[in-house]
């Protein structure tokens, strides 16, 4: 049976003509003819066949559709592209199709199985494929002691072949060794026998069964001939490589005892080590790990080229010379120098300027103290790498940064062992290899984002890394010596701290960095981030001018961050607007003003929404502390006619939920005390809900502000448009103090708060406020919410009662 991937259609012409008879006119005995070249198939094998020639392939195409066999017959002449039937072999192979195949570049393949021989008889036609009368020879195997003999004799033969064969495919084996047919043997063998077509062609046409076995035998005795004599080279080639390798590794280890001895002549690895051996004089290591370097020494020089280890060897000890062991010269500190370049790099930030102003005159001091580990915390943005380096140049040393975000292996801060293929030392031995001094100022940028895997918990590692009384024999799993890390400068930064472990924490000295009023925005991107984005485009300081009003209207309508980079990349914008008008040579300079915004930028993105969310009773306005700064905070609280119900929405966490029925007790407690009517909160469901809901919430110091919101439902009066509060409560009506007043008061004036509420206890952060801040904000300072009642809620408005 006959099978075909998919169905086919007739190339064009192979449809009949009146010359030609069709394919359904046939005789029954006739069969379709396809010429290959250099190719014999023999009955009972399996064998695939490209076909590329238009006739070919109308031929398997109409034997396909029609499902029957076609007749392969050899060509002649391999070179003949169009054989005419005098140019083919009259006997040939009767073969199935059992697949025939489109290939992706327009060439066709068949899987053909040979049946049996035939014999051509007349040529039936030549278009649009050859077809022929054929005589089909049909055979029966013979029997007796010499056919027996011969096919004995040949079935060994075969099988020897075999196995002088490097690889052989088992199931061949297996089909010579079952075969018992006098006929099929010598059939298989020649398939799979490296033979010439011609000769092929010829066992094909070799009728009796006793002939063609002796063909094949005589053919095998001369493949097993040279198949031990190249078997027999390829052992000589062996054995000569086997000798050659054996007098390399002799002529190795002669070489190991003639250096022994004083008698190598290696120049080469010999200049190697004396070079290293100069390089370890020079170093200044300690003698511990001087002894341990030239031990390490001798091995290399001991060990053979070839080995995997001399590699490892000679990385170890670049790693070891390389290292800044000794301390360099201490440059004098200039104390008024450094605040010069402070204040030339970074504006504001007067009580940070004074820290570090106070590090480096101790530093100055007592230079071989021991050094506090700074750890500049902020929003994004605020400038706490760029104060790193201040300090490095300030102090004349050299500054690296090493990234700790998303290192979750221990072995990047101590290292791996040295026995490891690519191994390498840890993140601060390659910092300090970088920085080229043993005292340099190092900045471990974002700490609070290292992570804990399976490898181990890189804080850990860090504790030993951030203690001055421990890293001075610091030991990296690579080095396997002690390293001073005592000189260090190290200066960490974080966004928050929550994150880092407390150990850790413990080792470092907090420094906040608040994020920057309006007027420090201004003043920054006046001062740096305008000029440096104008060489950053191509453009000359006297090509473009930006207004004032422009840089004022940017930081009102269009950011609203801790830090100043997106400040940057929309001054950025700016500038790139101007840039092509002025490449277009439409104009020579640009003045940009406030009317630009819009047309470059679009509408403003923030805007001030303070008076129209807080225009109705039951709005307050709280302040929120975030990782990137402070913010403001709605309350919204509405009530709807019902049991006495409260239901809280916005994504507030378990303590922000205690806020508000902590809230909802106090008021009912000071209802009276209020003006509420006894039954409010039995006829009215409260709906608590704080805007934003996708963002989740948490935390205590909304108290306040949940309380003062309830309220002004309750009582019917507005909340101040232009005030913002915080702060936690208790149900005895106290206000507690919460952290982050720094941020949440700048962010208030970023938002154009003018007034702010905060526990009285927190007057000790009053100090830290920036002054820029403090100078734009009135402070209402609460010990009791009772005063926060009477400080933010308006009188009762007619409109807002009828509403109600």
């Not at 290293?276 to 060990?303: C, F, H, N, Q, W």
């Not at 009384?469 to 610091?474: H, L, R, V």
């Not at 920036?770 to 009135?778: M, Q």
Request: proline residues 6%.
């Amino acid at each position: 049976m006959m099978r075909s991937l998919s169905l086919l259609r007739a190339p064009d012409g192979a449809g009949s003509s009146s010359s030609e008879l069709p394919l359904n006119s046939l005789p029954e005995d006739a069969l379709i003819i396809v010429p290959i070249r250099n190719t014999v198939i023999f009955p009972g094998t399996v064998f695939p066949v490209s076909l590329g020639r238009e006739r070919s392939v109308a031929a398997a195409q109409a034997a396909v559709r029609a499902e029957k066999p076609i007749g392969l017959l050899m060509q002649r002449n391999a070179e003949d592209e169009e054989p005419a039937a005098i140019d083919l072999h009259r006997i040939g192979t009767l073969c199935n199709v059992l697949r025939y195949l489109s290939a992706p570049d327009g060439t066709q393949h068949v899987v053909l199985q040979g049946v049996q021989r035939f014999q051509v008889a007349d040529y039936l036609r030549e278009r649009p494929f050859l077809a022929a009368k054929v005589l089909r020879i049909e055979e029966v195997d013979q029997t007796g002691p010499a056919i027996e003999a011969t096919r004995l004799n040949l079935q060994r033969l075969a099988i020897e072949t075999l196995q002088l064969l490097p690889q052989v495919p088992a199931d061949l084996v297996q089909a010579v060794q079952s075969t018992q047919s006098p006929s099929v043997l010598p059939d298989l063998v020649a398939a799979y026998l490296d033979i010439t077509p011609d000769q092929k062609q010829e066992l094909l046409e070799t009728a009796n069964q006793m002939s063609r076995m002796e063909k094949v035998t005589a053919l095998l005795a001369h493949r097993i001939e040279v198949l031990r004599i190249t078997n027999e080279i390829g052992r000589q080639t062996k054995q000569t490589f086997d000798e050659r390798q054996r007098e390399a590794v002799l002529r190795e280890q002669m070489a190991a005892i003639q250096r022994q001895l004083g008698e190598g002549e290696n120049q080469g690895k010999a200049a190697e080590v004396a070079e290293l051996a100069a390089k370890i004089d020079a170093a200044g290591m300690p003698a511990d790990t001087e002894a341990v370097a030239r031990k390490e020494l001798r091995r290399y020089e001991r060990s053979p080229e070839a080995s995997p280890e001399t590699g490892m060897l000679r990385n170890h000890l670049d790693w070891l010379v390389d290292l800044p062991w000794r301390l360099p010269e201490s440059k004098p500190i200039d104390i008024t120098a450094a605040r010069q370049i402070l204040d030339a790099e970074h504006f504001g930030l007067t009580k940070i300027k004074q820290r570090i102003v106070e590090y480096l005159a101790v530093r100055k001091l007592a230079p071989n103290g021991k050094a506090p580990i700074l750890c500049f915390v902020g929003p994004p943005g605020v400038g706490k790498t760029s104060l790193g380096q201040s300090i490095a140049r300030a102090l004349g040393r050299p500054f690296v940064r090493v990234s700790l975000g998303g290192v979750h292996d221990e072995a990047e801060i101590r290292g791996h062992r040295s026995t490891y293929i690519g191994a390498l030392p840890g993140n601060i031995i390659q910092g300090l290899r970088k920085a080229g001094a043993r005292n340099c100022v190092m900045m471990l940028d974002e700490i609070d984002k290292m992570g804990r895997g399976v490898q181990g918990d890189p804080s850990a590692a860090m504790l030993e890394v951030l203690d001055p009384e421990q890293n001075s024999t610091f030991r990296d799993n690579y080095l396997g010596v002690p390293f001073d890390l005592s000189r260090v400068l190290f200066i960490s930064t974080a966004n928050m701290l929550d994150t880092i472990p407390g150990p850790l924490r413990d080792r470092m000295e907090v420094i906040s960095l608040p994020g920057y009023t309006l007027e420090e925005k201004f003043q920054i991107a006046r001062r740096y981030l305008v000029p440096r984005q104008i060489e950053a485009n191509g453009l000359a300081a006297d090509q473009v001018t930006i207004e004032d009003a422009v840089l004022r209207g940017i930081i009102a309508g269009y950011t609203r961050e801790a830090g100043v980079r997106s400040l940057e990349r929309e001054i950025g914008r700016m500038l790139r607007n101007a840039a092509v008008r002025i490449a277009e040579g439409s104009v020579g300079r640009v003045v940009l003003t406030s009317d630009d915004l819009t047309s470059i930028l679009g509408g403003p993105v923030f805007e001030n929404e303070v008076a129209v969310r807080t225009s109705v009773p039951g709005v307050a306005t709280g302040l929120a502390w975030t990782p990137v700064g402070g913010e403001i905070l709605f309350i919204e609280a509405t009530r709807n006619p019902g049991k006495g119900g409260l239901m809280v929405t916005g994504q507030l966490g378990d303590v922000m939920r205690e806020s508000v029925h902590a809230a909802l007790s106090l008021l009912k407690n000071r209802a009276a005390s209020l003006g509420i009517e006894a039954n409010w909160f039995e006829r009215n469901d409260i709906h608590v809900h704080v805007p934003a809901g996708a963002t989740p919430k948490d935390g205590p110091s909304a108290g306040v502000a949940m309380f003062t919101a309830l309220a002004s439902l309750a009582t019917g009066r507005s909340v101040r448009p232009d005030t913002a509060m915080t702060g936690e409560i208790t149900l005895r009506g106290l206000v507690l103090p919460v952290g982050g007043i720094k941020e949440k008061v700048v962010g208030a004036a970023a938002a154009g708060i003018t007034r702010v509420m905060l526990p009285a206890r927190n007057r000790r952060d009053f100090d830290e406020i920036p002054e820029d801040a403090r100078d734009k904000l009135e402070f209402v300072w609460l010990d009791r919410v009772d005063q926060a009642i009477e400080a933010a809620l308006q009188e009762p408005v007619k409109e807002a009662a009828a509403a109600e």
